[in-house]
């Protein structure tokens, strides 16, 4: 049954070369790789027929099978040397690698050759079974790194159907090398991996007649990043590392007699702990990916991915690790190192140290802002090399560096950070795992990630400064409404005091007096409890009666003109609010209809309810008021028409305050005509509280006392007072 299935396999393989060789003889043989390409499918077809007879006559025998399968192996190899030496014509340089890899291809396949032929003519053992075995996998291994570097300059090769030959000859050889790898370690070929290789050659024969048919198409562009080339360069380390694993161990258990299969597990457990340890060092890591980007690449980085991976770092709004040390390690690693400082600009124009990463702390943090270094880099954008500083300083015009950067033994390169074009910092990078040979390259990207991390810093540190005003905005907010209440205060003892010598002896005013000094105190207690416990809910709610509340304040007010009109209304109006605060702001804003209209004008109170809520509409005659300064400055806190003597909260508190309590607040207006305001509460629902708190009613000389907002009609309570009471001294 093996024998069959190798059979079919083999012929299919067969038949595949023999229909690809035709197809490329009647219709393509202009160019180098064409006949390049004819020859490796003719001796693929030998090769493979040879085994085909193999399975049917039992002939040829193994050596000539072997130097067919040799033969086969160098033309496909001669190909991709084509290819490579085609790279030449388009403008590529030829590096070492390339040289090196073509010279060791012919060197390994003359070496094979000219052994098999020595055997095969003069029946002279020239070479072990394992060691032509670990021939085959040195052939597969250098196919595959040739492949590697056509993959990498193929967008200078100009062939659109490129990619098909790279991976037809890619499977075609590592098949081989699994095959073999496979056979050094267990001593035998594997039936599965023989009785399949046919299938597989048969199976790729397709993409290199789609290559060939698609020559003449437009070019497309391909090339792998550094990570593929990096993975791919492992991969080959790791079967360079397998074959010597294989052949120590090999020759470990041959010659360690009784202990021969002990040591071979202790060596074969020895040497994989030893690869695992080297793959996962980041210094060995970092000095592969300089070599791969010295040798394989004309540009030393992936600007791509770098760019990438600094938006990744940079879009990162949490504080782990916090930015500096981001920073830090973005750009420290652009030069393949884990190590840096970072100083930024001070209020006093001086740098200080933010943060250090894989560095000791240093015993000075501060960098003069006047020193000579700052100076240096505000002059010219350079990057200082302190390896080359140290053994040249006359390179950087003997620049002295400050103790708070010196005294990082392990410091490297010295960055300045600009904010356009100003110096905002300064960044040490550490020394590097691998040796790292700067050039324009490497400071042009440097300079550029500065910039932008430096960009981030900035708004950083804005966003932290802007948070700070905002506390202070908030403290000073609530330090105007405090001297708002106070004016309140200062004005009712004043005309206390004012009128006190005429009315001394008059036992009403007495009354008055004490009733307003108690107020007074009551309301400065408030205010110094709320600067205490500025968070504490003091807004206590009750049951209110609107209409009782409203008419009250009409007959308070009335003894200006014009008077409050109140148009009756049925019933009580019963809303939740805090009682003292609500005739404050109501208080207040009649009291500013009376201010904008005329003596003979008119203020109109009135209400309306519906749908669970009532209305309350203050509309006078007065000078009105135009769109742009409703929508602009009535509410906007701080901003008074009343100059010097206004606060420019009163209507900015009465909003704020019907809003805290369910309601809303809107204005229509026009100038010369008049102003309406429309404050809507919701009803309350008597059942959902205890006990309705009677609204206080004050005397001729109460003043209510609200804890954060003012009231301005308490503060002409004594004044008041003066001008109706008939006493003794008027």
Not at 320 to 337: A, F
Not at 676 to 694: G, H, K, M, Q, Y
Request: proline letters at 5%; a neutral charge; one cysteine or more.
């Amino acid at each position: 049954m093996v024998a069959e299935l190798n059979l079919v396999s083999h012929a299919s393989a067969a038949l595949a070369f023999g229909l690809l060789g035709l197809l490329i003889a009647t219709r393509y043989l202009r160019r180098d790789v064409d006949r390049a390409m004819l020859l490796a499918s003719g001796a693929s077809l030998l090769w493979a027929l040879s085994l085909v007879a193999q399975s049917l006559w039992g002939q040829p025998g193994f050596f000539a099978r072997y130097l067919l399968e040799l033969l086969r192996d160098g033309a496909w190899i001669a190909v991709l040397l084509t290819l490579l030496r085609d790279s030449a014509h388009h403008g590529i340089v030829v590096t070492n690698i390339r040289r090196l890899l073509g010279a060791a291809a012919l060197a390994v396949l003359t070496l094979l050759l000219g052994c098999g032929i020595l055997e095969y003519l003069l029946d002279v053992a020239v070479l072990s079974g394992k060691t032509k075995v670990v021939g085959q996998i040195a052939l597969t291994l250098l196919g595959l790194s040739l492949i590697e570097q056509i993959w990498r300059n193929s967008v200078t090769f100009r062939r659109s159907s490129l990619k098909y030959i790279c991976i037809g000859t890619a499977t075609l050889f590592a098949f081989d090398f699994f095959m073999y790898a496979d056979a050094l370690l267990f001593g035998q070929v594997a039936d599965s991996f023989w009785s399949a290789r046919g299938f597989v050659n048969a199976m790729i024969v397709p993409l290199f007649a789609v290559n060939m048919i698609n020559t003449r198409k437009q070019p497309v562009n391909f090339q792998l990043s550094r990570n593929a080339v990096f993975h791919a360069g492992t991969l080959v380390f790791a079967g360079g590392y397998l074959m010597f694993l294989a052949t120590g161990g090999y020759y470990v258990k041959v010659m360690g007699g009784d202990w021969g299969d002990a040591l071979q597990v202790l060596f074969l457990t020895i040497s994989i702990a030893f690869f695992l340890t080297l793959l996962s060092s980041r210094r060995f890591r970092a000095r592969l990916m300089v070599f791969i980007s010295q040798n394989f690449f004309d540009y030393k980085y992936d600007y791509r991915e770098e760019w990438l991976k600094m938006t990744r770092e940079l879009a990162d709004l949490s504080d782990d690790p916090p930015l500096p040390q981001r920073v830090i390690r973005i750009l420290s690693g652009l030069v393949e190192s884990n190590a840096g400082a970072l100083w930024l600009r001070d209020e006093d124009g001086n740098f200080s140290l933010q943060s250090s990463v894989n560095l000791p702390s240093p015993r000075h943090s501060t960098i003069d802002g006047h020193g000579e270094l700052p100076r240096f880099f505000r002059e010219r954008e350079w990057i200082v090399d302190l390896h080359e500083y140290r053994k040249d300083p006359v390179s950087y015009q003997l620049l002295e560096i400050p103790d708070a950067i010196s005294s990082f033994t392990e410091g490297w390169l010295v960055i300045p950070l600009y904010l356009g074009n100003d110096l905002y910092g300064i960044a040490l990078v550490g020394n590097p795992y691998a040796r790292v040979e700067l050039n324009w390259e490497n400071f042009d990207l440097i300079k550029v990630v500065a910039r932008q991390t430096c960009n981030l810093l900035a708004q950083a540190d804005a966003q932290h400064r802007l948070t700070r005003a905002m506390q202070f905005e908030a403290v000073s907010r609530a330090t105007a409404f405090m001297v708002h209440d106070l004016k309140t205060l200062i004005a009712q003892l004043s005309l206390l005091v004012k009128n006190a010598p005429r009315h001394r002896d008059n036992p009403e005013f007495i009354d008055d007096m004490i009733r307003t000094t108690d107020h007074a105190v009551r309301k400065m207690s408030n205010l110094v409890d709320h600067i205490r416990r500025p968070m504490a809910n003091t807004d206590e709610k009750h049951l209110v009666d609107l209409a009782s509340l409203v008419a009250e304040l009409a007959d308070d007010l009335a003894r200006r003109n014009p008077q409050p009109r109140l148009h009756p209304n049925r019933g009580q109006v019963l809303i939740e609010a805090d009682p003292e605060q609500l005739r404050s702001i109501l208080g207040h804003l009649i009291q500013n209809a009376q201010d904008a209209t005329p003596p003979e004008g008119e203020v109109d109170l009135s209400f309306k309810v519906a749908e669970g809520n009532v209305v309350l509409f203050i509309q006078d005659t007065g000078s009105g008021m135009s769109d742009d300064f409703i929508r602009n400055q009535l509410f906007k806190p701080f901003a008074s028409t009343k100059g010097l003597t206004g606060m420019g909260i009163g209507a900015y508190q009465a909003r704020e305050y019907v809003r805290k309590v369910g309601g809303s607040m809107s204005v229509t207006s026009k100038p010369g005509v008049g102003s309406c305001f429309s404050i809507r509460f919701p009803l309350a629902n008597p059942d959902e509280l205890p006990v309705p708190t009677p609204v206080p009613t004050p005397g001729p000389a109460s003043a209510p006392a609200p804890t954060s907002l003012s009231e301005p009609a308490a503060s002409k309570s004594v004044d008041n007072l003066t001008q109706s009471k008939k006493t003794p001294t008027q």
